[in-house]
């Protein structure tokens, strides 16, 4: 039987071994659940996408619902607070030493080495989400559609809008086929 300490123990790990942010920490994630056997890679897919328009850091709300599926509502809370415990460590304990040594260039270069890794992390994954989806033409469109709108200085939230009612539009047309 799953106990919610193997939960929160898991994604602790994630939170400790991963640097880089809530998207540096999806590949982590899908490797620990695919490996427990929690979700299948179509359900990660799932949680992927729905993490993106919820409010919040994308690694938490994905543990959130991977626990609340293994475990409810308890399971949430576990992965929840595993996979954001490490930070919150980690931060309190280098917040006074590092602002001593912000400004030192080598800090800067391994800041910079991180934001590096950020994308080649990502890429596989969007890659995937965008091979497995069937709305693949629409992924696209509305990738592009964001990307645009925001060169343009549109607010995120007005782009969240536009792509929720091109979904649904989609969707309504699609069904009448």
Not at 69 to 80: D, P, V, W, Y
Request: aromatic share 12%.
């Amino acid at each position: 039987m799953l106990t919610y300490w193997k939960l929160f123990w898991s994604f602790f790990k994630i939170g400790l071994f991963t640097f880089g942010g809530g998207y540096a920490m999806l590949p982590m994630i899908e490797k620990e659940v695919i490996g427990h056997k929690w979700a299948k890679e179509k359900e990660i897919l799932d949680y992927y996408a729905l993490s993106q328009v919820t409010p919040g850091i994308i690694a938490v709300n994905v543990s959130t619902f991977i626990g609340y599926k293994i475990r409810g509502f308890l399971g949430a809370i576990c992965t929840m607070i595993g996979v954001i415990l490490p930070s919150l460590i980690i931060i309190t304990l280098l917040a006074s030493g590092l602002s001593k040594i912000w400004h030192a260039e080598w800090v800067q270069n391994a800041f910079w080495g991180v934001q590096l890794m950020i994308p080649a992390l990502i890429t596989p994954i969007v890659l995937r989400m965008i091979q497995k989806g069937s709305k693949t033409l629409l992924s696209i469109i509305v990738m592009i559609m964001a990307f645009v709108l925001r060169q343009y200085g549109v607010s995120p939230i007005i782009i969240l809008c536009i792509a929720g009612v091109l979904t649904i539009i989609y969707f309504k047309v699609k069904k009448k086929k």
